[in-house]
Antibody, heavy 127, light 108 residues
Framework: QLQLQESGPGLVKPSETLSLTCAVAGDSMRSTYYRWGWIRQPPGKGLEWIGSVSHSGDTSYNPSLTSRATMFVDTSRSQFSLSLTSVTAADTSIYFC???????????????????WGRGTLVTVSS | EIVMTQSPVTLSVSPGERVTLSCRASQRIGINLAWYQQRPGQSPRLLIHGASTRATGIPARFSGSGSGTEFTLTISSLQSEDFAVYYCHQYNAWPPYTFGQGTKLDIK
């Protein structure tokens, strides 16, 4: 059964870099079929997509993060990671890792919906 | 960026009732819409993708409909475990993927 588990520091100082890893249990990461993403949720608020990465390392990010986000995938270790630089209090959130599943209409490019989520990890930005 | 607007923000209902949640997209998104349920302290769970396709293991009391800019999620007979926050999510155009602000179902 596939599981995703986030790990990383729960407290980061302002202006520093937030680094998280998502471990993927099961054999999904051996497949080129999925994309792997990060979504965050400020406590008590809604969801914000941060970005995603493919099996080959192709990335896409939310423009609102103004190039602060970087994602990497390590299929040999069945994990992927997120780095977010120059954090402020506004980056305090629960961070979820997730799997994106493709849907194809005919032979065109796929559309990617999120089908599985990790449990999430709270990251607080504070001095 | 496609803005997703859900209504109502909060809905107070009784167990056994039928409820319909709405989601509107600021641009046409075909049927590239998903619905998620988030219980307190848990991560979101996929209910519906492709606007109307139930995910694996989701009870038949959950149904989705719509296309273009207007979508609905209907729960035919509310169970106690259904009181949660529901989010819609468009995956038609990215980056970024976007979510609605959520609809919270409260027990009346």
């Amino acid at each position: 059964q596939l599981q995703l588990q986030e790990s990383g520091p729960g407290l980061v100082k302002p202006s520093e870099t937030l680094s998280l890893t998502c471990a993927v249990a099961g054999d999904s990461m051996r497949s080129t079929y999925y994309r792997w993403g990060w979504i965050r949720q400020p406590p008590g608020k809604g969801l914000e997509w941060i970005g995603s990465v493919s099996h080959s390392g192709d990335t896409s990010y939310n423009p609102s993060l103004t190039s602060r986000a970087t994602m990497f995938v390590d299929t040999s270790r069945s994990q992927f990671s997120l780095s977010l630089t120059s954090v402020t209090a506004a980056d305090t959130s629960i961070y979820f890792c997730a799997r994106q599943h493709p849907y194809y209409y005919g032979s065109g490019s796929p559309y990617w919906y999120i089908d599985l989520w990790g449990r999430g990890t709270l990251v607080t930005v504070s001095s | 960026e496609i803005v997703m607007t859900q209504s109502p923000v909060t809905l107070s209902v009784s167990p056994g009732e039928r409820v319909t949640l709405s989601c509107r997209a600021s641009q046409r998104i075909g049927i590239n819409l998903a619905w998620y349920q988030q219980r307190p302290g848990q991560s979101p769970r996929l209910l519906i993708h492709g606007a109307s396709t139930r995910a694996t293991g989701i009870p038949a009391r959950f149904s989705g409909s719509g296309s273009g800019t207007e979508f609905t999620l209907t729960i035919s007979s509310l169970q106690s475990e259904d009181f949660a926050v529901y989010y819609c999510h468009q995956y038609n155009a990215w980056p970024p993927y976007t979510f609605g602000q959520g609809t919270k179902l409260d027990i009346k």
